[in-house]
């Protein structure tokens, strides 16, 4: 997926949905998230605004947005990005995913998100609740199903995805609870972990020779 670079492309999504060889390579979500750019919960857990990363209430009394993958205008997610092997659609670097447009395509809301690897162009995601598709070459695929449960397999066309609860998960960017692993079903390592109300935090995927991507949240705007 784009903003998940694979398969999850599959996150973000962020990162990406490039193509077969690099396309495989997992990444999804985003969702958006860089996937996502929007997406981590950087600090501590806690977003600028003071929204609880795993939902709850904001400061003011506002509703945290505690969707798997909170896509939304504005949103974007920084990652310390780690090139693996030769894959340089993902160099090294912190790079940032950032969801910069809001539009309608075929008839669905859909928001464009930035990639968070340097040199995969944007995707376009629609969302509900915590379902994900994104516009793959002008056709909308599932990125992410709900409902998010342990064991819960789907398909995007190509490739399966199956969520695995991770618990709490500590990244740079701070400590989620309600965290999910959406593995993609290969035979090399291909997964994204995403937090409740946070995104994509974490993004791996390595092919069978080597080549491909780490990335970690290290910050979020929201």
Not at 38 to 59: D, F, H, I, L, V
Not at 90 to 106: K, N, V
Not at 108 to 121: G, P, R, S
Not at 123 to 141: E, F, R
Request: net charge negative; glycine share 14%; hydrophobic share 35%.
């Amino acid at each position: 997926m784009k903003r998940w670079v694979s398969a999850l492309c599959c996150n973000v999504l962020i990162a990406s949905a490039c193509s077969s060889s690099a396309e495989d390579l997992g990444g999804g979500g985003e969702t958006a998230s860089g996937g996502s750019a929007s997406g981590g919960s950087e600090e501590g857990g806690r977003g600028p605004g003071g929204e609880s990363a795993t939902g709850g209430t904001a400061a003011g009394g506002a509703s945290a947005d505690d969707r798997i993958d909170p896509i939304a205008l504005g949103h974007a997610w920084t990652y310390d990005v780690q090139e693996l092997g030769a894959f340089p659609l993902c160099p090294s670097g912190s790079h940032t995913g950032e969801t910069i447009d809001a539009l309608t395509i075929d008839g669905k809301e859909a928001f464009e998100v930035t990639n968070l690897c340097a040199n995969v162009e944007s995707s376009y995601y629609a969302v509900d609740g915590d379902v994900v598709q994104v516009d793959y070459q002008g056709t909308w695929i599932l990125a992410l199903d709900a409902p998010v449960e342990e064991g819960h397999t789907w398909s995007n066309g190509t490739s399966t995805f199956t969520w695995h609860d991770e618990g709490t998960v500590t990244v740079p960017a701070g400590t989620f609870d309600d965290c999910w692993r959406a593995t993609q079903n290969v035979a090399y390592d291909a997964y994204t972990i995403f937090c409740r109300g946070v995104g994509p935090v974490h993004w791996h995927s390595e092919d069978l020779t080597g080549n491909g991507f780490d990335a970690v949240l290290t910050a979020k705007s929201f």
